[in-house]
């Protein structure tokens, strides 16, 4: 029985996870992820600039809870580097349609991208596609940006746990700052 138990949890440690987000511009913002497995597919939207959303309450500047959620972020370091070690580009896509008041600004932010572009290194051309094309006519700068990364749910249970270990961590050494946090 417990070999079984052990073997179902081995089996969910290795499930890949493929998560794409996307965003869009076109005279507004939308931002949307969607996360796959084997199981299950899932579609949010992250951030739609046309959604009217109340104003929230955003704490003063200088305040004790961003330096110590940034001391968490540094002493979580070692967790963030294991993530981008054992994730996968999959792809990563920027489509620019760029207008500028002037025609030669935009042929010149257009060379500029361009140029910027020859410099991805060679390994990486085939998973990162930067194109930039002038439009002199329309008036609208319109963008299209794509990301597909993938990583194992071990991977991600095993970041989860490093960073709570960084925040219980900072929470020791900084124990009235967490009471704010």
């Not at 963008?143 to 991977?155: E, K, P, Q």
Request: net charge positive; charged share 20%.
């Amino acid at each position: 029985m417990i070999l079984i138990v052990f073997g179902l949890l081995a089996a969910l440690m290795v499930i890949p996870i493929t998560f794409a987000a996307e965003v869009v511009y076109l005279g507004r913002a939308k931002v949307t992820l969607r996360v796959g497995t084997p199981l299950f597919r899932r579609t949010l939207t992250l951030w739609d600039s046309a959604e009217k959303r109340p104003a929230g309450r955003r704490s003063a500047p200088g305040g004790g809870k961003g330096r110590f959620w940034l001391s968490v972020a540094v002493r979580a370091n070692h967790a963030r580097r294991f993530l981008l070690r054992h994730t996968r580009l999959e792809e990563a896509t920027l489509r620019l349609r760029l207008s500028l008041s002037d025609a030669a600004r935009t042929a010149s932010l257009t060379g500029l991208i361009r140029g910027l572009t020859a410099a991805i290194p060679p390994a990486l051309r085939r998973r990162v596609t930067v194109l930039a094309q002038p439009d002199f006519l329309s008036g609208h700068t319109a963008a299209l940006g794509r990301c597909i990364v993938r990583v194992r749910l071990g991977t991600l249970l095993i970041t989860g746990f490093m960073a709570a270990m960084a925040l219980a961590a900072q929470r020791r050494a900084q124990p009235s700052l967490s009471k704010e946090a």
